[in-house]
């Protein structure tokens, strides 16, 4: 996929205030790190937060949010759908939501519980979140991104997005 614009054309976008996102930084730089170091990056789609929890105590690096899980079984309107964003356009950044909380809930106990209040294991796994533009167009992607990058672990480039974003839904 080829880009129609460069990274300076991005940034004038955000404005004069330099806003920081924690989380969404931190996660960035590990998977960008995990993608320099690690010959491939296990990752499986969690549908709740406890799954989430369940997938980094096992070991797993990073968390996948499908659009399709989303869809199917974990969105807002609490229906079916095909894979067609027919489902209410802040089910993938409210399932985001949910599973940050629930990562930074099993971060919390651990800590608690541990001699220097400090967790062992870093439960913040980088969340992959697949997005499209749906029936929106390109201007509903990217507000829907814009939301999505105060929730999950997101950097400009690092997300992983259908080919459809700037060229419409293709179904």
């Known amino acids: 996929m ?5 990274v300076e054309d991005v940034l004038k976008l955000k404005g004069s205030i330099d806003i ?10 590990k998977l960008w790190q995990l993608l ?26 990073a968390i996948y949010l499908s659009g399709w ?3 199917a079984d974990a969105n807002c309107a609490g229906d079916m759908y095909p894979d067609q964003s027919l489902y209410p356009a802040n089910s ?22 541990a ?10 796994a980088p969340i992959v979140a697949d997005a ?6 390109s201007l509903n992607c ?11 672990y997101r950097a400009l480039f690092k997300d992983h997005s259908n080919s459809d974003w700037f060229f419409g839904k293709h179904c």
């Open 20 to 29: 920081e996102y924690t989380l969404a930084t931190r996660g960035a730089n």
């Open 92 to 113: 993938g950044p409210e399932l985001c939501k949910r599973i940050n909380k629930s990562l930074r809930r099993a971060d919390q106990v651990e800590a608690v519980e």
């Open 69 to 71: 899980q989303v869809a």
């Open 132 to 137: 499209e533009a749906g029936f929106g167009g």
């Open 2 to 6: 080829k880009r129609a614009y460069e």
């Open 36 to 61: 320099h170091t690690e010959p491939y990056i296990a990752a499986l789609g969690a549908q709740t937060g406890n799954q989430a929890v369940q997938m980094v105590r096992a070991g797993l690096k």
């Open 142 to 152: 990217f507000e829907l991104m814009k939301v999505t990058s105060t929730l999950t």
């Open 115 to 124: 001699e220097d209040y400090l967790s062992p294991r870093d439960w913040y």
